[in-house]
């Protein structure tokens, strides 16, 4: 099979980079997300056809901020620099930059010039997002000024006979007016992409892959029931039938009657399906583990013990199998540059060193809105792919502070409330993910004529596309209260119930 034709993505550390590789998603082009000094020659056979480097933090007026290789720029592929990119092209080519006092930041109106194909069909006036502290003051050999704004007399360069291009603004942020159309016109104007990569294709070459990596071998499978690794499951298994064995494992972090639930929903798929009760050993293994790094680490390594003696009584199992999605992989990556790892994920940051098994993750290039898709594809029933996301660690990550059977019980009858409320009001579907949190705090409350001091608990529940951003849900004030109301009448030890109005960023959505 020839290699999928995709974009490379150079990360150098800005908040927006993930956005740009869902703006190429969206117009059905693959790309990829790398740090900017990654070996290129791994994908020399990959069909590279256009790279973009991404903005970031750092100023290039310091002689340790991050660069390519000069020879980067020989490739003979399209290059796109967006912002903190556009500025590493001037440097590379012999351009003067000069640090500004004050970093310009926000909307600005941008006139671009038309004969440029990156700019063909834009707006005379063009609203853009600009967010950096350097600016071009000595144009780069080669190079044309093809943008300007009020405030920018360089706001975008073009050498079309090499065809780098830098934007000083951000496309693909949403502010942006007609950012889609610009990346549009570099993606098929310039690239000449054809613009294939759909759910079917990928469907056609996953299973490919699998067959390929797996061979006759067997896979075991963590699930869960939620719709990452069910969509996994009904990959593989339409890849390698019966040689897959999903293991779906009682934590004893799972929320009110799920490990019965699911145990039934899954049966009706047709999967070897293996439940395990091993919430003592989790436990057991969490009693006093306060730090949420920490917890994740025990829980994924312990995930790890459960599937290896799974795996024994299977027998002939050399391969494991994860619903790891592309959001996991980015936010459990520490790039040697100017990214940072934001948390580890149970299912890519916790796994043991020496693991007997082989992984098998064929989602691991996808973001979740494009995995809700791939599971209609495959015939997933609804009730799988409406599920709101819930964690590997389950309400490990959801209970700040140490983790015992008490407040696990507490918080389940929490959360079970908050879920059914937002079922009763027909608003589940309309927020990406809902859930409880135990603080580990108390407060003073009065019930009857008593004081009491007990627990409090936060709500939180957001919009969201893909989980790389986020933003608070707006539900009604009188839902809310009926909520807070029916969760402090029943559940007892909880006596306060706030609601959570953070985004991501600067926020993350879950709270550990």
């Given at each position: 099979m020839a290699a999928h034709e995709m974009v490379l993505i150079?990360?150098?550390g800005s908040q927006f980079t993930q956005l740009i590789a869902r703006r190429v998603r969206e117009a059905h082009v693959y790309c990829e997300i790398v740090p900017f000094n990654a070996d290129l020659t791994k994908y020399r056979d990959r069909n590279v056809r256009g790279y973009i480097l991404s903005g970031g933090p750092s100023s290039l007026t310091d002689p340790e901020s991050p660069r390519v290789d000069k020879t980067f720029f020989d490739s003979g592929v399209p290059i796109l620099g967006i912002c903190y990119?556009?500025?590493?092209?001037?440097?590379?080519?012999?351009?003067?930059?000069?640090?500004?006092?004050?970093?310009?930041?926000?909307?600005?109106?941008?006139?671009?010039?038309?004969?440029?194909?990156?700019?063909?069909?834009?707006?005379?006036?063009?609203?853009?997002?600009?967010?950096?502290?350097?600016?071009?003051?000595?144009?780069?050999?080669g190079f044309q000024v093809t943008g300007e704004s009020d405030g920018l007399a360089v706001a975008a360069i073009a050498d079309e006979s090499r065809q780098i291009y830098g934007v000083?603004?951000?496309?693909?942020?949403?502010?942006?007016?007609?950012?889609?159309?610009?990346?549009?016109?570099?993606l098929f104007d310039i690239c000449r992409l054809h613009g294939d990569w759909t759910t079917e294709s990928f469907?056609?070459?996953?299973?490919?892959?699998?067959?390929?990596?797996?061979?006759?071998?067997?896979?075991?499978?963590?699930?869960?029931?939620?719709?990452?690794?069910?969509v996994a499951a009904m990959l593989l298994h339409r890849a390698i039938g019966g040689r897959l064995h999903a293991v779906f494992v009682n934590t004893g972090m799972l929320r009110k009657n799920e490990f019965?639930?699911?145990?039934?929903?899954?049966?009706?798929?047709?999967?070897?399906?293996?439940?395990?009760?091993?919430?003592?050993?989790?436990?057991?293994?969490?009693?006093?583990?306060?730090?949420?790094?920490?917890?994740?680490?025990?829980?994924?390594?312990?995930?790890?013990?459960?599937?290896?003696?799974?795996?024994?009584?299977?027998?002939?199992?050399?391969?494991?199998?994860?619903?790891?999605?592309?959001?996991?992989?980015?936010?459990?990556?520490s790039f040697k540059g100017p990214s940072v790892t934001i948390k580890s994920h149970h299912n890519v940051g916790g796994l043991k060193e020496r693991m007997k098994l082989k992984l098998v993750e064929p989602l691991r290039e996808l973001f979740k809105d494009e995995v809700r898709e791939l599971g209609r594809k495959l015939g997933l029933p609804e009730q799988f792919i409406r599920r709101h996301p819930f964690p590997g660690p389950g309400l490990a990550v959801r209970i700040l502070g140490d983790v015992t059977q008490e407040r696990c019980d507490l918080l389940r009858e929490?959360?079970?409330?908050?879920?059914?409320?937002?079922?009763?009001?027909?608003?589940?579907?309309?927020?990406?993910?809902?859930?409880?949190?135990?603080?580990?705090?108390?407060?003073?409350?009065?019930?009857?004529?008593?004081?009491?001091?007990?627990?409090?608990?936060?709500?939180?529940?957001?919009t969201s596309v893909d989980g790389m951003?986020?933003?608070w849900a707006r539900i009604d004030h009188d839902i809310l209260?009926?909520?807070?109301?029916?969760?402090?009448?029943?559940?007892?030890?909880?006596?306060?119930?706030?609601?959570?109005?953070?985004?991501?960023?600067?926020?993350?959505?879950e709270w550990e």
């Open positions: 150079l990360d150098f990119g556009m500025q590493l092209v001037a440097d590379s080519f012999g351009g003067k930059l000069l640090r500004s006092e004050h970093r310009e930041y926000g909307r600005a109106l941008f006139r671009p010039d038309d004969t440029t194909p990156l700019f063909r069909s834009l707006s005379t006036k063009s609203q853009v997002w600009m967010s950096h502290g350097d600016s071009i003051v000595s144009l780069p050999t000083q603004f951000h496309p693909e942020v949403h502010h942006t007016s007609e950012g889609k159309q610009i990346l549009h016109n570099f469907i056609d070459e996953s299973i490919s892959r699998i067959r390929a990596q797996v061979g006759e071998g067997k896979v075991l499978l963590g699930i869960s029931g939620g719709v990452d690794s069910t019965e639930d699911v145990t039934t929903m899954l049966r009706t798929l047709g999967l070897n399906l293996y439940p395990v009760d091993s919430s003592r050993l989790f436990l057991e293994r969490l009693a006093g583990i306060e730090d949420p790094e920490k917890k994740r680490k025990i829980i994924g390594s312990s995930f790890i013990d459960v599937f290896e003696d799974e795996a024994e009584k299977i027998g002939d199992v050399d391969f494991l199998g994860q619903g790891t999605l592309y959001p996991d992989v980015i936010e459990s990556t929490v959360d079970h409330i908050f879920i059914e409320e937002l079922h009763k009001y027909k608003i589940y579907d309309d927020i990406w993910q809902a859930f409880a949190v135990l603080l580990p705090v108390k407060a003073v409350g009065v019930m009857g004529d008593e004081r009491t001091y007990e627990n409090v608990v936060a709500l939180r529940a957001v951003t986020a933003d209260a009926h909520i807070s109301n029916r969760i402090i009448r029943n559940v007892r030890g909880v006596n306060r119930v706030t609601y959570d109005i953070s985004s991501k960023p600067p926020a993350t959505i």
